[in-house]
């Protein structure tokens, strides 16, 4: 059976003054998807999550979130996606309740449904013996897996992360790579995470898309990726690293 | 219409706990038991001789007693409440990186600079109520005149009009907030527009008016007040860019009925004049208002225009996370 297409991009472009910061991108990702968004830094991974989550407009081409226009629906797409941006900040003098209070409040969750739901939240990203320190005192591990709860408190469709791993220590990695793996195989939910650390991405996605320069110069299954680009027959090793150095390089 | 209401019981959850409001407070009691015991005491010197005072209670609030009156001191430090309560309101969250998070919920994005704004004015509502409660309070308890109806309304009206002053310089800053990334950058914007548009307007009006209408030492007596009479009408006309000017001419007549005009004795035609000299009768409070009408109109329209402009830069601004 033909899975649901849930994010469809058609030659969207993005242009900052004469920069083009994303250049006709056409994409789509099936419902329940882990999709790894890899690229250098500066590539516009960033700014095609802007554009999907319609905190950004695009200059030309379509984009479709559950069949939403981001940029015409905002508050329909809001709804469904959560989004976990690159530095996730909490307010400080807050605990860890009081955040993801705040946001359930936001999404219009009353208090009686959010408050079993925190607990849960906080159970299952590890934080429940910390929820009532100052999110101030929280470490960069604690904090990335906060942002997580939080993201996951309206229960989305679909979930954006962008860099998720950034900066966290090995173990810390781990934790957050074992989430987003939960994520998928409990929930069904769509992901779609941008990286720059190839073996994360290698670990957890179904499907990977290469991009540089705004441009994607490569998507699909991880095995179809070794083939199209290093020229291999089924069955030879190769890694990741291979595949993207080719194409990093050739761009 | 959850969005703002959640951010607006957030936000005023906040100024409740801020250090800030601590000194704002700390400010509201210092200001009002110093100017209800300094007036209250130089009341009794000043109503020597008067045979029939009228609007005693509203002295409190107009004269200056030793050094200034409740009014001008509000027209003077009161935008720096407002801009206290406003200068980091959007870069606070920028650079805790909570604003990505909060543009990514399902609420419309103006919500939150709504409820930013309207928290903000709440807090100043709640300032100048206060203030305006503590003298009276302890002016009745030190002059023992108790307010008349009247005397209440035009209090209300001062009270109102003094918000949407300090709801302008509320704007402002928030305004800077917006379009600077660093509290302080906005802060300091806020205090140089706030020293522009209260001090050197004033300056800057009479230079202008030298320039375009010198008074020059001639024999004729005509042409000499006439040039006189233009030097001043230009300062007065560039002297309402300050919205300092605007709240003081709005409220002049509300708080002090015994003025009949928001102009300068020099300006008034010789009518005016002689009605001022012929009449020591208040003028009624209908009569107060029309005349301070288009000052009150011109304070409603810049603090609207103010908050407008904040709005359109926010919304059209992208919001990153870094």
């Given amino acids: ?251 | 219409m959850h969005g703002i209401l959640t951010i607006y019981r957030k936000e005023m959850e906040d100024h409740f706990s801020s250090m800030r409001f601590l000194l704002i407070a700390a400010l509201i009691v210092m200001i009002g038991v110093i100017i209800a015991s300094m007036v209250g005491m130089s009341m009794q010197e000043e109503l020597r001789g008067v045979a029939k005072p009228t609007f005693v209670f509203l002295m409190l609030f107009t004269s200056t007693g030793k050094l200034f009156s409740f009014v001008q001191f509000i027209g003077l430090l009161g935008p720096l409440i407002g801009i206290i309560l406003g200068f980091d309101a959007i870069n606070r969250e920028r650079s805790g990186r909570t604003l990505s998070k909060l543009v990514s919920q399902p609420i419309y994005r103006d919500a939150i600079i709504n409820a930013k704004f309207l928290a903000g004015v709440t807090m100043i509502a709640i300032v100048m109520a206060s203030l305006v409660l503590i003298i009276s309070g302890l002016g009745i308890r030190l002059i023992g005149v108790v307010p008349g109806a009247e005397e209440i309304w035009r209090l209300l009206i001062y009270l109102v009009l003094s918000i949407i002053y300090i709801s302008f310089w509320l704007g402002a800053a928030i305004l800077f907030s917006v379009v600077f990334r660093s509290t302080a950058t906005s802060a300091l914007a806020s205090l140089a527009v706030w020293i522009c548009l209260s001090f050197f307007i004033g300056l800057g009006g009479s230079f202008l008016a030298d320039a375009v209408a010198p008074i020059n030492q001639t024999a004729d007596m005509a042409e000499a007040t006439d040039a006189f009479l233009k030097n001043a009408e230009i300062q007065r006309v560039a002297s309402l860019f300050s919205p300092m000017t605007l709240y003081g001419d709005a409220t002049s007549t509300i708080l002090d009925p015994m003025r009949k005009t928001t102009r300068a004795f020099v300006l008034m035609g010789p009518l005016e004049r002689f009605s001022l000299s012929r009449f020591q009768n208040p003028l009624p409070l209908g009569q107060s208002v029309v005349i301070v009408a288009p000052f009150m109109i011109s304070l409603i329209a810049i603090t609207f225009v103010c908050f407008g402009i904040c709005y359109a830069v926010f919304m059209r601004q992208e919001i990153r996370s870094t």
């Fill in chain 1, 1 to 251: 059976m033909e899975k649901e297409i849930v994010i469809r991009m058609e030659e969207l472009t993005k242009l900052y003054g004469t920069q083009t910061a994303v250049d006709r991108l056409t994409l789509s990702v099936a419902q329940g998807e882990v999709f790894g968004f890899l690229g250098p830094n500066g590539a516009g991974k960033t700014t095609t999550m802007l554009m999907l989550l319609g905190l950004t407009e695009p200059t030309s081409g379509t984009v479709r979130v559950c069949g939403f226009d981001p940029a015409r629906d905002p508050l329909k797409v809001k709804e469904i996606i959560g989004y976990l941006p690159e530095h996730v900040g909490f307010y400080e003098d807050m605990d860890a309740r009081q955040n993801l209070r705040y946001i359930a409040r936001l999404n219009d969750i009353p208090d009686r449904i959010s408050t079993a739901r925190i607990d849960r939240l906080l159970e299952e990203v590890d934080l429940a013996g910390e929820a009532t320190k100052k999110v101030g005192s929280y470490s960069k591990g604690m904090r990335q897996r906060l942002g997580i709860a939080e993201v996951l408190i309206k229960e989305p469709k679909v979930v954006f992360l962008d860099e998720p791993t950034i900066g966290l220590d090995p173990d810390g990695t781990n934790r957050m790579l074992d989430l987003i793996q939960a994520l998928s195989r409990e929930r069904q939910m769509t992901i779609f995470f941008s990286s720059h650390l190839l073996d994360q991405v290698q670990q957890i996605s179904d499907r990977i898309g290469i991009m540089i320069k705004g441009k994607l110069v490569a998507a699909g299954p991880l095995a179809e990726l070794a083939q199209r680009g290093l020229g291999l027959e089924e069955g030879e090793a190769y890694t990741l690293e291979e595949i993207y150095m080719k194409y990093f390089k050739e761009a």
